[in-house]
């Protein structure tokens, strides 16, 4: 791809962008709020800083003021990683000029940049505009560009400012935000048309919401008796998926909203077999053997890492467990009863997940005996009267897995020594602080690698890395690795005043966003009990 030239992106006249008060924010205005949200903890500060910025924001603005306060590119990855950061050595603007939208255009275009020479032609792109950027407006998009932006202006605090800015209850920004999860086009719609606007955001079959996420229980009979009557389900150990069927067309999203229905073809293809035209389905995606025996988690995983795998490498099935939509009917607020009725009736018993229905301890433990004696993970324990709480970590589903897990983010990796010379090896375990949006070590492993892991995290770190200090090449937080451990024991070593017992990798998670990672608390529930 030929890319424009750096001349294409030069800055309007600031008497043009002012004509019918059409003045779109500069990037000094997002640095300095940014600045006064990194200055304070208090919660209230931080909304009000975002709300005065609201206030001054053209339409357009507002989802790309959203992202970048929350630290993120609109476009995703972008392919700017810390080394092309870190060498741009273009000298700061005497004065702000850059607006966002400018910005948000030229990040546009990288994201697309492909083929050959589109390296320096990006370089030279990005020269181009911090050179026209002040210093402290150099420095944010570098923190911006490498994941470094974590002052606090999180999902759940900017929903709040939204709200407020937009003055309908924070409430109705969640449930358009469950609908339609994109803060920023959420936030435009709010600010535009309110709550009315907002209450027009449903689920739509084709676009994907986010999942019901689960919390953990210690056993099967704490989880019955926590929960009342439930539906007790196995839980398989395959990777998430929601599937979107309108007639001949199938799309199929992994929990993280990403498109993979190309290389699921073959679950596309069960899924037209069913009986309903119009329908959106929730569960999960496994590799088995030919005797059908779940096969190891890493080779489902591997039908996910390779653009044009071939299905006959690594055959999936499909298990579902829940159904969100079907024959044009919205079903996530109907209660879970209902919902597994409808799942019933459309989903053929063979690409079910096996469960039972009810409250009794010693069934539940029966069902999860049997659902590890077929080498599964455990179990789910899920009120019988629930609706569906897409994107929370709702308190009527509980999970529970004999075997103490966490999904930890990567937060550094150490450089082997030995056998393991010239590869990443140590990994810096740590979970997510729901306060602050920080990530708080935990402990480190290299326990549980294989060589073609180690190949793997080696290449995959490397792409991540911020800096360096020694033989510890730190990462941008975002890639989740699923370790099994012994205990949590208590540490001065770390601020979060725990560590884990003799941690082990069990599996990287490239399906799950660091947003989804165990968080504190969960793990101090676990340290306590």
Same mark, same amino acid.
């Given at each position: 791809?030929?890319?424009?030239?750096?001349?294409?992106?030069?800055?309007?006249?600031?008497?043009?962008?002012?004509?019918?008060?059409?003045?779109?924010?500069?990037?000094?205005?997002?640095?300095?709020?940014?600045?006064?949200?990194?200055?304070?903890?208090?919660?209230?500060?931080?909304?009000?800083?975002?709300?005065?910025?609201?206030?001054?924001?053209?339409?357009?603005?507002?989802?790309?003021?959203?992202?970048?306060?929350?630290?993120?590119?609109?476009? @995703?990855?972008?392919?700017? @990683?810390?080394?092309?950061?870190?060498?741009?050595?273009?000298?700061?603007?005497?004065?702000? +000029?850059v607006t966002i939208v400018e910005v948000d255009e030229v990040f546009a275009v990288l994201a697309d940049a492909r083929g050959a020479g589109s390296q320096a032609d990006r370089q030279n792109l990005l020269t181009d505009l911090f050179g026209r950027c002040t210093a402290p407006e150099q420095g944010?998009? /570098?923190? #911006?560009?490498?994941?470094?932006?974590?002052?606090?202006?999180?999902?759940?605090?900017?929903?709040?400012?939204?709200?407020?800015?937009?003055?309908?209850?924070?409430?109705?920004?969640?449930?358009?935000?469950?609908?339609?999860?994109?803060?920023?086009?959420?936030?435009?719609?709010?600010?535009?048309?309110?709550?009315?606007?907002?209450?027009?955001? @449903? #689920?739509?079959?084709?676009?994907?919401?986010?999942?019901?996420?689960?919390?953990?229980?210690?056993?099967?009979?704490?989880?019955?008796?926590? !929960?009342?009557?439930?539906?007790?389900?196995?839980?398989?150990?395959?990777?998430?998926?929601?599937?979107?069927? %309108?007639?001949?067309?199938?799309?199929?999203?992994?929990?993280?909203?990403? &498109?993979?229905?190309?290389?699921?073809? &073959?679950?596309?293809?069960?899924? #037209?077999?069913?009986?309903?035209?119009?329908?959106?389905?929730?569960?999960?995606?496994?590799?088995?053997?030919?005797?059908?025996?779940?096969r190891a988690f890493v080779e489902t995983m591997s039908r996910f890492g390779t653009e044009h795998r071939d299905d006959e490498d690594a055959p999936v099935v499909p298990f579902f467990f829940d159904v969100l939509h079907e024959g044009g009917r919205d079903l996530i607020d109907l209660p879970l009863s209902a919902r597994l009725g409808v799942l019933d009736v459309v989903v053929p018993a063979e690409y079910r997940v096996t469960r039972v229905i009810t409250d009794q301890p010693d069934q539940a433990?029966?069902?999860?005996? !049997?659902? =590890?004696?077929?080498?599964?993970?455990?179990?789910?324990? /899920?009120?019988? &009267?629930?609706?569906?709480?897409?994107?929370? =970590?709702?308190?009527?589903?509980?999970?529970?897995?004999?075997? *103490?897990?966490?999904?930890?983010?990567?937060?550094?990796?150490?450089?082997?020594?030995?056998?393991?010379?010239?590869?990443?090896?140590?990994? *810096?375990?740590?979970?997510?602080? +729901? %306060?602050?949006?920080?990530?708080?070590?935990?402990?480190?492993?290299? /326990?549980?690698?294989?060589?073609?892991? #180690?190949?793997?995290?080696?290449?995959?770190?490397?792409?991540?890395?911020?800096?360096?200090?020694?033989?510890?090449?730190?990462? *941008?937080?975002?890639?989740?690795?699923?370790?099994?451990?012994?205990?949590?024991?208590?540490?001065?070593?770390?601020?979060?005043?725990?560590?884990?017992?003799?941690?082990?990798? /069990?599996?990287?998670?490239?399906?799950?966003?660091? =947003? &989804?990672?165990?968080?504190?608390?969960?793990? =101090? +529930?676990?340290? !306590?009990?």
């Amino acid at each position: 791809m030929q890319l424009p030239s750096p001349d294409a992106f030069s800055p309007l006249p600031v008497a043009i962008l002012h004509q019918n008060g059409l003045m779109a924010l500069l990037l000094s205005d997002i640095v300095e709020v940014s600045s006064r949200i990194a200055g304070t903890r208090k919660r209230t500060e931080k909304i009000a800083a975002l709300v005065d910025l609201f206030a001054g924001a053209e339409e357009a603005d507002v989802p790309i003021m959203v992202a970048m306060l929350s630290g993120a590119v609109r476009q @995703g990855k972008i392919g700017i @990683g810390y080394r092309a950061v870190s060498s741009i050595g273009a000298e700061p603007a005497a004065t702000p +000029a850059v607006t966002i939208v400018e910005v948000d255009e030229v990040f546009a275009v990288l994201a697309d940049a492909r083929g050959a020479g589109s390296q320096a032609d990006r370089q030279n792109l990005l020269t181009d505009l911090f050179g026209r950027c002040t210093a402290p407006e150099q420095g944010f998009l /570098k923190r #911006l560009l490498v994941g470094g932006i974590r002052q606090g202006a999180l999902e759940g605090v900017m929903t709040d400012a939204v709200a407020a800015a937009a003055g309908v209850p924070a409430a109705t920004v969640r449930r358009a935000l469950m609908m339609l999860p994109d803060l920023g086009r959420v936030a435009a719609v709010a600010l535009a048309g309110g709550a009315g606007s907002l209450a027009g955001i @449903g #689920l739509k079959v084709l676009r994907p919401i986010q999942p019901m996420l689960a919390k953990t229980a210690a056993s099967a009979t704490a989880a019955v008796e926590a !929960e009342g009557l439930s539906s007790v389900e196995w839980k398989l150990d395959g990777v998430r998926i929601q599937v979107h069927r %309108a007639g001949s067309v199938v799309r199929i999203y992994t929990r993280n909203l990403n &498109d993979v229905t190309e290389r699921l073809a &073959d679950v596309a293809e069960v899924v #037209l077999g069913f009986g309903s035209e119009q329908v959106v389905l929730d569960g999960e995606v496994m590799s088995l053997t030919a005797d059908n025996e779940p096969r190891a988690f890493v080779e489902t995983m591997s039908r996910f890492g390779t653009e044009h795998r071939d299905d006959e490498d690594a055959p999936v099935v499909p298990f579902f467990f829940d159904v969100l939509h079907e024959g044009g009917r919205d079903l996530i607020d109907l209660p879970l009863s209902a919902r597994l009725g409808v799942l019933d009736v459309v989903v053929p018993a063979e690409y079910r997940v096996t469960r039972v229905i009810t409250d009794q301890p010693d069934q539940a433990e029966r069902t999860l005996m !049997e659902a =590890r004696g077929e080498g599964h993970e455990g179990i789910m324990v /899920k009120r019988l &009267d629930s609706s569906y709480e897409a994107g929370r =970590r709702g308190a009527t589903w509980l999970k529970v897995k004999p075997v *103490h897990t966490l999904d930890l983010v990567v937060l550094a990796v150490e450089w082997g020594s030995g056998r393991r010379q010239g590869w990443l090896s140590n990994i *810096h375990l740590g979970a997510r602080d +729901a %306060a602050t949006g920080e990530f708080v070590m935990l402990g480190k492993t290299f /326990k549980g690698m294989t060589d073609e892991m #180690l190949e793997w995290q080696t290449e995959r770190f490397l792409g991540l890395e911020t800096h360096r200090e020694g033989q510890v090449v730190y990462v *941008h937080p975002e890639q989740v690795v699923e370790v099994a451990f012994d205990g949590i024991q208590a540490s001065s070593r770390y601020s979060g005043g725990m560590a884990l017992r003799f941690a082990r990798v /069990k599996s990287y998670r490239p399906d799950k966003p660091a =947003r &989804d990672a165990d968080t504190l608390d969960a793990v =101090r +529930a676990i340290f !306590e009990e």
